[in-house]
């Protein structure tokens, strides 16, 4: 599932409606993070650790569970040092995550 939108409402507190504002808003972010982490090998690993950090929260929030835990094995690959490699690993497959829900919400 790309998308829990019943989970996330429960989790948040929030109505069909309330949380349809929030997808809104997503809607509008989850490009923006598509071409971050598609460009992301030209960045410094802080700032793509920091980036999939804050993805972490925001995916969470709207339920997107398989965004979310992408963004935690790259936060942790990089925050443990892994080789470049296995870092790399993680950014496609975050990508890859990353455009199923932009399928899914749009």
Same mark, same amino acid.
């Given at each position: 599932?790309?998308?829990?939108?019943?989970?996330?409402?429960?989790?948040?507190?929030? @109505?069909? @409606? /309330?949380?349809?504002?929030?997808?809104?808003?997503?809607r509008g972010e989850v490009g923006e993070w598509l071409i971050?982490?598609?460009?992301? @090998?030209? /960045?410094?690993?802080?700032?793509?650790?920091? +980036? #999939?950090?804050?993805?972490?929260? @925001?995916?969470?929030?709207?339920?997107?569970?398989?965004?979310?835990?992408?963004?935690?094995?790259?936060?942790?690959?990089?925050?443990?040092?892994?080789?470049?490699? &296995?870092? &790399?690993?993680?950014? +496609?497959?975050?990508?890859?995550?990353?455009?199923?829900? &932009?399928? #899914?919400?749009?």
């Amino acid at each position: 599932m790309v998308l829990n939108r019943h989970g996330a409402m429960q989790l948040l507190g929030l @109505d069909a @409606d /309330c949380y349809e504002e929030l997808l809104n808003v997503m809607r509008g972010e989850v490009g923006e993070w598509l071409i971050f982490f598609q460009q992301a @090998d030209r /960045c410094e690993t802080e700032m793509l650790r920091a +980036r #999939a950090h804050r993805l972490k929260s @925001d995916a969470a929030n709207i339920g997107a569970e398989r965004v979310r835990h992408a963004a935690r094995v790259l936060e942790q690959a990089i925050r443990e040092k892994q080789q470049a490699d &296995e870092v &790399e690993h993680f950014r +496609r497959l975050l990508v890859q995550e990353l455009r199923e829900l &932009e399928r #899914a919400i749009v």
